[in-house]
């Protein structure tokens, strides 16, 4: 692992089918054509990964749901932030994502899409393995449901299956911070990164399905500048320096990966967007409960 706090210039980068590669043409396209040389726009398709978007409607496959009944294995704490979704790993479609995921179980996330400013931890995951006994919890007894304003924002969370598409997703932020100081470069190797950010912006509404939630892939949100990966990595560090994480948690975007970004869509929220990231070698160890999150919002 990188040390703390020091911040390497890095594209995930992933293999990709051709098929799905081919679903960026239009991207291609338009971006040679706003005169950006083939061989640049090559190099950022290489940055391509598979995502799994869910929705709540289309014709994919039944992956999970929002909502439903909170089923935890007796030793697993309940966790303090709300229940968001549940996710069949078993379901999704095979290459719909690049992440180390368990083949089966089922993931189980849960966060509070409020920001104070201070970039805290809302949010954890927690993985039950296939075949765990489970028991039913109670889902509001956190201590957001003693609030009328936050028990309202959780009562208006969505409900309803989720079925999965696999996209392709290619990055949505376009520069690295200088480690050191707050001095921003475009994405190394790539001089016209904000050009190429700004055409997917342009552009992948035509190419990809929409969702409200996504497996894998890269994060996006409003304002897109930096990796939204970078502020969960930021939150982490900091988390681990109030609480025992039991190990390292390291300062390196490139040690991380996005393992789900949620747009809530509820009233009161718009443009809300929850990222959970985790460790890579954690998700490779299962060791979900060491997942962070944050959320953006704009209000």
Same mark, same amino acid.
């Given at each position: ?17 051709? #098929?799905?590669?081919?679903? !960026? ?17 090559? $190099? ?64 189980? !996330? ?26 039913? $919890? ?15 924002? %959780?009562?208006?969370?969505? $409900? ?15 520069? %690295? ?44 949100? #409003?304002? %897109? ?11 982490? %560090? ?30 009161? +929220? ?9 460790? +890579? ?19």
């Amino acid at each position: 692992m990188a040390a703390a706090g020091v911040v390497r210039p890095w594209l995930y980068g992933s293999f990709m089918t051709p #098929e799905l590669r081919d679903t !960026l043409s239009p991207f291609r396209d338009k971006a040679i054509a706003q005169g950006v040389p083939a061989g640049e726009v090559e $190099r950022w398709l290489d940055s391509a990964r598979p995502c799994a978007t869910l929705s709540q409607g289309g014709g994919g496959p039944v992956v999970g749901m929002f909502g439903g009944p909170l089923m935890l294995p007796a030793d697993t704490p309940t966790p303090v932030f709300p229940f968001v979704a549940s996710i069949d790993l078993a379901a999704l479609p095979d290459g719909a994502t690049d992440l180390s995921l368990p083949p089966d179980g089922h993931l189980l !996330l849960f966060a509070f899409p409020d920001d104070d400013g201070d970039l805290v931890n809302i949010g954890e995951v927690v993985y039950v393995p296939v075949g765990a006994a489970t028991e039913e $919890r109670d889902k509001n007894s956190g201590f957001w449901f003693e609030i009328d304003e936050y028990r309202e924002m %959780v009562e208006a969370f969505p $409900r309803g299956r989720l079925r999965a598409t696999t996209n392709a997703s290619l990055p949505c932020h376009h520069a %690295v911070q200088v480690s050191g100081n707050t001095h921003t470069v475009p994405l190394p190797g790539h001089p016209r990164s904000r050009k190429l950010a700004e055409l997917w912006e342009q552009t992948r509404g035509d190419i990809v399905t929409g969702g409200p939630l996504q497996i894998g892939g890269y994060a996006s949100e #409003e304002a %897109v500048h930096l990796d939204p990966v970078s502020s969960v990595v930021e939150c982490a %560090v900091k988390t681990a320096e109030a609480r025992d994480w039991g190990g390292e948690m390291s300062g390196a975007v490139e040690d991380w990966v996005l393992l789900a970004d949620w747009n809530p869509r509820i009233e009161g +929220r718009e443009g809300a967007v929850v990222h959970w990231a985790i460790q +890579r070698e954690d998700l490779t160890a299962r060791r979900f409960d060491r997942t962070v999150a944050t959320v953006f919002w704009n209000p």
